[in-house]
């Protein structure tokens, strides 16, 4: 009996299956088939698939029908044939009926780039959520599709015809099923969704810094070096699919959260983008943005522009961001940065393998700290002692000095800490505070800043 599993989740890797990857580009592309492709051919790879060979089609739109012209899909089925490959895999999203139509005129299996990426998502999710959100995405996937997975099935077992036959009731059957399993695994995602919710709301008030960019950047490799977190990074495009924090202390002793997330795509499937949507809102809940860029790529300047395009859709284009250039040690040409630095003159470009350029990140960090946080000199009375580890934590400290009422400490922390330790116990210093003939530490004797009682 076909299980709801079996409908879904034949999104088993290629098996080093041959396939012959095909896509249609603009007029005027002077890229060869291979480069317009590259990224497909990564995507085939990771997917386990053998590159047998590229084409393209120079047109203004891909063919409604049939997505390629007649005669380039006779040529496909051409290449298909002496290249004795396995599938065809398009660059684009195709509609059922083009899958349907391309299938019949190459004579083996027809996968797109949507499909592509839901099997190696399925390949790379490894946590429960990360699993189900897959299964909910190729479920939803799959609905529009059961006709042809039918019509293919009966033609496998010599069936005919399509319309009346055991196909057309069995896709009833199956299309009530998948409707069943695509509610319940939305409500175990849910589920799990709330659980996170508290996880993070419960989460201390650290400032938090979100690493966000195009797949295979060096999110994971930067979040390796700066935290020691162990998290699996490798050449291969979604390698992480999980949110993931660490603390991450700053030169100075001060700690800051960095979280680690999914990695965007052109042309990311909407089913996908729907179903980890919640994985990237718990990313997005952030202080400030690392926008990485692999400043090596070709491509580096598009990859840019989507990650952009992506952070909008998400209602995240108003957080603070930092754009981050990173694989520095493979350019050689550093002249060819120069677009990016036009996209934004404050990058900061860094090589997360040789570490150049990560003491100018961490100076961007704090000054972007410095913008959204207070700067004030306190005082904390030795009742309220404990409240100093407290501070050294969780702010930056500019001074400290200790006083026969307690410590004056400086320090520049977020609205949020400053009101926190105000109402712990500590209070605003005042110039009677400061010993005399001690200099160095700073009393403002300007109003506090704005929602903050001295
Ligand atoms: N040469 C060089 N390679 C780097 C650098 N940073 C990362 N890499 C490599 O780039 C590849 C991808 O790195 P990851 O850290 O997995 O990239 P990611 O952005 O987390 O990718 P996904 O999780 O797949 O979205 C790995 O092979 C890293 O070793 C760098 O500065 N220089
Ligand atoms: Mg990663």
Redesign the pocket.
Known sequence: MTTPQDLARDYSAGHSTEAVLFGVVAHGEQRTAAEALHELQLLATTADYVVAGCMVQHRRHPDPQTYLGAGKLAELAEVVKLARSGAVICDDSLTPNQAKKIEAAVGVPVLDRSELILQIFSMHARTPQARLQVELAALQYEMPRLRRKWTHLERQRGGIGVRGGAGEKQIDVDRHMLRERISSVAREIKRIEQHKVREVASRPDLFTVA?V????????????RLCDAG???????????DTRTRPWRLPGGRTILLT?T??FIKKLPHELVASFHATLEEALAADLLLV?V?G?SPDAAEQLTTVNEVLESLDAADIARITVL?????IEDRTKLAELWQKDAQAVA?????GEGLDALNSAIQERLSDVENRCALMVPHTAGGLLAHIREKATVISEFYTQQGCLIEVQASPALLGRLLSEGARYAEAEDLPEGVKGIEIPDDEPPSGQQR
């Open positions: 690493l960019g195009y797949t295979n950047a060096g999110k994971s490799s930067l979040m390796n998290v699996l990074a490798e050449n291969k495009l979604f390698s992480t699919l680690d999914v990695g990485l692999d090596s990173n694989k520095l040690d493979l860094i090589s997360v393998q040789s």
